[in-house]
């Protein structure tokens, strides 16, 4: 319902209109996603559980504030069991401040097998994964 491209509305200017299409949007984008899940979690995949079980979904933005082109904070999700190698139980982290983004990044990479030391301006791993 809304007719407007994605990028102009994330400069939204304080525009109340654009701001409330822009909520739109998000949201959309946000329940595809949610859908997306809700499959994967129903679909089998072998002895493993179902497919989010054997996957790893990391959702989220570049930006959080974009109409100001702020990178600071960065809510994010990351979703999926990755065969046992993720903690399960929703957990919900407040990461200490100014935490870079690629400690996510260099975190799930080493999940999936790819050893690596740093990645980007990665400063470390993140245990709690």
Do not use: C, W
Not at 2 to 10: E, R, Y
Not at 86 to 111: D, F
């Amino acid at each position: 319902g809304v007719p407007d491209a994605f990028h102009p509305l994330s400069h939204h200017a304080d525009n109340k209109a654009s701001m409330e299409k822009l909520v739109i949007v998000q949201r959309y984008h946000s329940q595809v996603f949610a859908d997306f899940l809700a499959k994967l979690a129903k679909t089998p995949d072998g002895d493993a559980g179902s497919m989010l079980d054997s996957s790893i979904f990391l959702y989220g933005s570049n930006m959080s504030n974009s109409n100001q082109h702020s990178n600071y904070p960065i809510p994010n999700l990351v979703v999926g069991g990755g065969n046992g190698k993720l903690k399960q139980g929703g957990q919900h982290l407040v990461l200490p401040e100014r935490t870079p983004i690629a400690n996510v990044h260099l975190s799930l990479m080493q999940k999936v097998g790819l050893e690596r030391d740093h990645f980007g301006d990665s400063t470390g791993v993140i245990s709690e994964f």
